[in-house]
C-alpha cells in the first residue's frame, strides 16, 4: 500500500487497492445493516434507526435529549427527527417532557415500554451481531477489529463538521 500509482483509468480506479477495500466496508456495512435491521424490525416492529434512538436515550438517562441532540447524532434534520420521534411517540417508546433548564424547551425520554423494547431488541441484537459480525472473523483479529472500527469511527466523527 505505499507504493500508491495515479489513477488514470475507469478500470484502474475499479482495482485500486484502497477504492476496492473501501468499497467493501461499504458493502459489508450495508448488508449487515440489511440484516441486522430486518431482524429487528420482524420481531421489535421497529426500524433500526428507531432502534438506536432507543439506545441513545438509554445512554443519556433521565431527564432526556433534545431533539436537536438526537438529529445531530443520527445525522437527522429537524424534519426527520421530528417526523421519526412523532412515528415513536405514538409507538408508545418515547415521550416527550418539559425541559427543567429551558422553560420553551422539550425533552424526549424512553417511555417503560421503550426501556424495555430497548432490552429485548438488544438481546437479540447482540446475538445476531456475534453470528453475523464476529463470527465469520478469526478469534484472534477479533479484539483488534473493535479496537480499529472504534478508531476509525472517532476519527470520522471528528471530521465532521458541526451541526447546529
Do not use: C, W
Not at 25 to 34: E, F, I, K, P, S
Amino acid at each position: 500500500m505505499d507504493e500508491r500509482a495515479e489513477i488514470t483509468t475507469a478500470k484502474g480506479a475499479a482495482s485500486d487497492e484502497l477504492v476496492v477495500a473501501f468499497g467493501r466496508l461499504l458493502g459489508a456495512a450495508g448488508r449487515l445493516g440489511h440484516i441486522l435491521g430486518r431482524a429487528i424490525e420482524e420481531e421489535f416492529g421497529i426500524s433500526h434507526v428507531m432502534y438506536e434512538v432507543l439506545l441513545i436515550l438509554g445512554r443519556a438517562g433521565e431527564p432526556g435529549l433534545s431533539m436537536g441532540v438526537i438529529g445531530r447524532e443520527q445525522i437527522l434534520t429537524t424534519g426527520g427527527v421530528t417526523r421519526l420521534i412523532d412515528r415513536m411517540e405514538a409507538a408508545g417508546l418515547v415521550e416527550r417532557t418539559e425541559d427543567p433548564g429551558d422553560r420553551r424547551g422539550r425533552l424526549v425520554r424512553l417511555t417503560p415500554h421503550g426501556e424495555d423494547v430497548a432490552v429485548r431488541a438488544s438481546r437479540v441484537h447482540r446475538l445476531n451481531i456475534e453470528r453475523y459480525f464476529l463470527d465469520p472473523l478469526p478469534v484472534e483479529h477479533r479484539a483488534q477489529f473493535l479496537a480499529d472500527l472504534r478508531i476509525l469511527g472517532h476519527a470520522a466523527r471528528s471530521s465532521l463538521p458541526q451541526l447546529r
